[in-house]
């Protein structure tokens, strides 16, 4: 059974950091490329950032370009999504998952739909 959680949410202030944890078990996670993703209350769930299945080519979207770093450790089977200088309308429930797609050697994420196995999230929230 594919299990996928996520850590590392919390409360930050503006300009802050967090850390972001997603542990995969019950795959090959070498096998898989990866994704970030939220959803703020009343909005549809955003693709922040994917990273190839070696970790050696990663996208980003627009709103968190420069400021969030993804990486992973295939070796823990873990997945990682550094934010810095973080806002306010970062607060959301933040989500990874797996995927067979790639990421067009960093050009771009699969689909949110061709993701396949996601975690129940971990909420950030970020004062002003």
């Known amino acids: 059974q594919v299990q996928v959680v996520e850590s590392g949410g919390g409360l930050a202030q503006a300009g802050g950091s967090l850390r972001l944890s997603c542990t995969v078990s019950?795959?090959?996670?070498?096998?898989?490329?990866m994704g970030w993703f939220r959803q703020a209350p009343g909005r549809e769930r955003e693709t922040l950032s994917c990273?190839?299945?070696?970790?050696?080519?990663?996208y980003y979207t627009s709103p968190v370009k420069g400021r969030f770093t993804i990486s992973r450790d295939n070796a823990k089977n873990t997945l990682y999504l550094q934010m810095d200088s973080l806002k306010p309308e970062d607060t959301a429930m933040y989500y990874c998952?797996?995927?067979?797609?790639?990421?067009?050697?960093?050009?771009?994420?699969?689909?949110?739909?061709?993701?396949?196995?996601w975690g129940q999230g971990t909420q950030v929230t970020v004062s002003a």
């Open positions: 998952a797996t995927t067979r797609g790639g990421t067009g050697r960093g050009t771009s994420c699969p689909p949110i739909g061709d993701f396949d196995y």
């Open positions: 019950g795959l090959t996670f070498a096998d898989y490329s």
């Open positions: 990273i190839s299945n070696s970790g050696k080519y990663t």
